[in-house]
């Protein structure tokens, strides 16, 4: 079941689910409560006392007018008992990064173009401030930020225009076809692909996603370089640390060199397992912070000393930070490296943010006019990751060259991409790529940001992977209230850590070893036929194509995501 279909069957039984999904989704001296919820279609109105809602809350009193609604909405009995939780149930949520993000750029358009202009004054004004107060209000309650703590707080009686609720309903309904519809058709074809495949026996060959025989040596680099800030053209310092892992020994050939760039609020340490088990396999492995996007720049926005989630000067210094890398591993190749490292075929990687950031200097390019259309498109704040590709409007519209001639080929999970490249600027990618998803990943949904933009790349050589049960990031390692809440939603599990591990460190060293290595040998495992191999007995299996399937794959995607969005 993936996450937004999860959420469908927990929340949106009916109109009254929506309307709680809607107040439920902006939980990521005294003031007077709200007393009523206006609902408004065209000209009629009709008023919900929050009374109602807590006495329903508090021991299951469903009053006359609450039962209007239920009976409105269609709500069963198991569906009014999962209502009566949802509002109930409290958010792990930080006060202070709360308030923090709702002021940053990020939490003011949601607030803004999203709830706000849903849930609106009883003066019809945009709700924005009253929503943010109440939000970070009821986030200090001591029964902590939930539904029914938000609508106390509400500092006035809020309208909701039950015409653009019903549209939100029928469009993340229409978001969960498309996504079910888009997955299917991917295991479907990566099956076509491997019953067309050459017989392999996998059991014969060496297993992927194991460390490989070499000893793994680590150091830190502090790297600076001079940059000049794209609006106002003042130069600065950029300073930013690099982890560097390599081998115990080399290779007998050249050895492989791979650059991988972070998400945003991550760090290079978090993908140190990565970086471990390449250079395990005779890689050295470059992995740069990226200091205006990281954990650390978050940490700044919770203690006050920055506005902002990351700077959007982001965009532009991320593809540059993998040049200054490559720029330093060939200084220091011959001092520190014997002269062994092969920087004519870099292979850089990308998680996320990351992923952005390693298809710009494998040669996607900015497409602001694409950008602007989106971002202003109805469906746009279902695409969560559009939250950070629209802040990119804040550049100066100029052409940005990132391309980077000595990087070879591209690999990337959970890639932002889609709206910030577009068609045409991701079509500038012609190295070879391979693209992982993941099916329950609700920061860049697959629908929109790796179905949708794989058939765009021009690389005649490609690869889309998609894992089953992969949610973006593995939650239980940075925050365990996280994985509470993930775990909390009915009928949704994710796949075990450890097994998108072997997936992902498999295919990464088998694309590698063949795009970056030279090394042939490797290009059975670049089928999916291995994918099924790696997924027998596995409860979350990973379903991967090439670009042989590409028109099959581009025809199903219009199906399920651009006449879909379109309509």
């Not at 040669?363 to 695409?383: K, V």
């Not at 070879?408 to 910030?420: E, H, K, L, T």
């Amino acid at each position: 079941m993936t996450l937004l279909s999860s959420l469908r069957h927990r929340y949106l039984g009916g109109l009254l689910g929506a309307i709680v999904l809607l107040i439920a989704v902006a939980i990521p001296g005294p003031v007077t409560a709200a007393e009523r919820l206006l609902f408004y279609y065209s000209i009629l109105g009709r008023s919900l006392d929050v009374a109602s809602l807590e006495a329903f809350a508090e021991d299951g009193t469903v009053n006359r007018q609450l039962g209007g609604y239920f009976a409105l909405a269609g709500l069963n009995e198991d569906e009014r008992a999962v209502f009566r939780a949802a509002i109930q149930q409290p958010a792990p949520v930080d006060p202070v990064l709360l308030s923090r993000f709702l002021y940053s750029s990020i939490g003011d358009d949601i607030l803004t173009k999203f709830l706000g202009d849903l849930l609106r004054t009883e003066a019809g004004l945009n709700g924005k401030s009253s929503l943010r107060a109440a939000l970070i209000l009821a986030s200090q309650d001591d029964a902590g930020l939930s539904t029914l703590t938000f609508l106390r707080y509400l500092p006035t009686d809020m309208r909701i225009n039950l015409q653009s609720v019903l549209r939100l309903s029928k469009e993340v309904e229409t978001i969960v076809d498309a996504t079910k519809f888009a997955i299917e058709t991917l295991e479907y074809l990566s099956d076509d692909e491997a019953s067309d495949e050459l017989s392999v026996d996998y059991a014969t060959l060496p297993l992927l996603g194991q460390p490989g025989e070499f000893s793994v040596q680590s150091t830190r680099w502090n790297l600076t370089s001079e940059r000049r800030d794209p609006a106002s053209g003042d130069v600065y310092q950029r300073e930013f640390y690099v982890d560097v892992f390599r081998p115990g020994q080399w290779r007998p050939e050249k050895t492989p060199v791979i650059v991988f760039s972070h998400g945003l609020s991550s760090n290079p340490e978090y993908f140190s397992g990565l970086a471990e088990y390449m250079a395990s396999h005779g890689y050295v492995v470059a992995m740069p912070q990226h200091p205006g996007s990281d954990e650390r720049y978050r940490d700044q926005l919770l203690i006050g000393l920055s506005s902002d989630v990351f700077d959007v000067n982001e965009f532009v210094d991320r593809p540059r930070d993998v040049s200054d890398v490559i720029d330093a591993l060939e200084q220091r190749n011959d001092a520190e490296f014997d002269g062994q490292l092969d920087l004519d075929h870099v292979g850089v990687g990308g998680h996320s943010f990351g992923g952005y950031t390693a298809l710009a200097v494998a040669g996607a390019t900015i497409d602001f006019d694409f950008l602007e259309r989106e971002c202003s498109d109805r469906f746009s704040y279902l695409n969560t990751s559009l939250l950070l590709q629209c802040q990119a409007l804040d550049l100066p519209r100029q052409a940005y060259a990132f391309r980077d001639e000595r990087v070879q080929s591209v690999a990337v999970m959970n890639p932002v991409n889609s709206s910030i490249y577009g068609p045409e600027g991701l079509g500038q990618v012609q190295i070879p790529a391979i693209v992982l998803s993941g099916s329950h990943d609700p920061a860049t949904p697959a629908v929109f940001e790796q179905f949708r933009t794989f058939p765009w790349l021009s690389s005649p050589e490609r690869y889309l992977g998609l894992i089953e049960g992969q949610a973006h990031i593995d939650f239980s390692a940075i925050d365990v209230g996280i994985t509470d809440t993930i775990n909390s939603i009915n009928g949704l599990t994710l796949a075990d850590p450890k097994i998108i591990e072997t997936y992902a460190y498999a295919f990464s060293l088998a694309f590698f070893e063949v795009h970056a290595a030279q090394n042939d040998a490797y290009r059975p495992y670049l089928q999916a036929s291995y994918s099924d191999f790696l997924s027998q007995g596995q409860q979350f299996p990973l379903h991967f194509v090439s670009a042989e399937m590409n028109p099959k794959l581009a025809a199903a995607v219009a199906v399920s995501t651009t006449e879909t969005l379109s309509d």
